[in-house]
Antibody, heavy 123, light 108 residues
Framework: EVQLVESGGGLVLPGDSLRLSCAAS????????MSWVRQAPGKGLEWVAN????????YYADSVKGRFTISRDTTKSSLYLQMSSLTVEDTAIYYC????????????????WGQGILVTVSA | SSELTQDPAVSVALGQTVRITCQGD??????ASWYQQKPGQAPVVFIY???SRPSGIPDRFSGSSSGDTASLTITGAQAEDEADYYCNSRDSSGNRVLFGGGTKLTVL
């Protein structure tokens, strides 16, 4: 069974840094692309970042580019999101999600999600 | 374009059919996927590709696409279908992920 479990959230001050982790089990992390998706309170889903199967290609939403870094450790079967220069606008539930599909099929989707972890940025 | 547009809210009478739409240029290149999210829960994929449903998703849910618009249709809506629905696709490069703003479905 595929499981994704996020951790590392909490209350931080504006300008602080925080690292989120996502422990993956039931599959080989090195054979999937992975994403972080967030949801501000009462708002919709917002994609944050993804890391491709090769582990080198990484893409970011404009809202976090230069402040957030996605990475993975396949030996620990874990996905990470290093967040810096946090602002109140980064307050959200952060989900990690397994990304499946292929461009040739014109098809991509998230087939598994974690339960989410709350990050609150407040003075 | 890097946007997907959904109606913020839709309602349907119990047992009737409802269509939720998602519009964006990226849908000319990539199929939409559809997610259901209930309060306090993570999203769950309901439709992906041309019209595929993961195991366990009721067959009253179906997907379709035409041009720059994708649709999620619920045929015979049930009370438990009341939820937020999000469409999802990719930008023209296929690397960046797009989400629609979400549609809140109310079953009357």
């Amino acid at each position: 069974e595929v499981q994704l479990v996020e951790s590392g959230g909490g209350l931080v001050l504006p300008g602080d840094s925080l690292r989120l982790s996502c422990a993956a089990s039931g599959f080989n992390l090195s054979t999937y692309s992975m994403s972080w998706v967030r949801q501000a309170p009462g708002k919709g889903l917002e994609w944050v970042a993804n890391i491709k199967i090769n582990g080198h290609e990484k893409y970011y939403a404009d809202s976090v580019k230069g402040r957030f870094t996605i990475s993975r450790d396949t030996t620990k079967s874990s996905l990470y999101l290093q967040m810096s220069s946090l602002t109140v606008e980064d307050t959200a539930i952060y989900y990690c999600a397994r990304d499946v599909g292929a461009a040739l099929l014109r098809l991509y989707y998230f087939d598994s999600w974690g339960q989410g972890i709350l990050v609150t940025v407040s003075a | 374009s890097s946007e997907l547009t959904q109606d913020p809210a839709v309602s349907v009478a119990l047992g009737q059919t409802v269509r939720i739409t998602c519009q964006g240029d990226s849908l000319r290149n990539y199929y939409a996927s559809w997610y259901q999210q209930k309060p306090g829960q993570a999203p769950v994929v309901f439709i992906y590709g041309k019209n595929s449903r993961p195991s366990g998703i009721p067959d009253r849910f179906s997907g379709s696409s035409s041009g720059d618009t994708a649709s999620l249709t619920i045929t015979g809506a049930q009370a438990e279908d009341e939820a937020d629905y999000y469409c999802n696709s990719r930008d023209s490069s296929g690397n960046r992920v797009l989400f629609g703003g979400g549609t809140k479905l109310t079953v009357l």
